[in-house]
């Protein structure tokens, strides 16, 4: 599958971001909670601190309400596989 270079512009939640080309992307394989829910907040922080402001690669899957959903990578690092990592689950 074809992978794309993007830059994250902003951090929606913990799994959901826009890309400074306005692509919303969600992440693959991970469910962040949501916002009235315990580890919103931390999930948030962990997925802004990871890639906001950086250049990301990513691979799309599949779509979702209007959004690219994929695995996503900083360097050689799988960001999806991180936030995984944490448990931060929704």
Known sequence: MATYA????YVQDGNTFRTRKQNWIQLARFNAPEEDKPNYARAKKLL??????????YEQTGTSYNRIVAEVWLADVNINDVMIQARYWG
Do not use: D, N, P, T
């Open 6 to 9: 993007a830059i994250c512009e």
């Open 48 to 57: 802004s601190s990871l890639i906001l402001h950086k250049e990301i690669v």
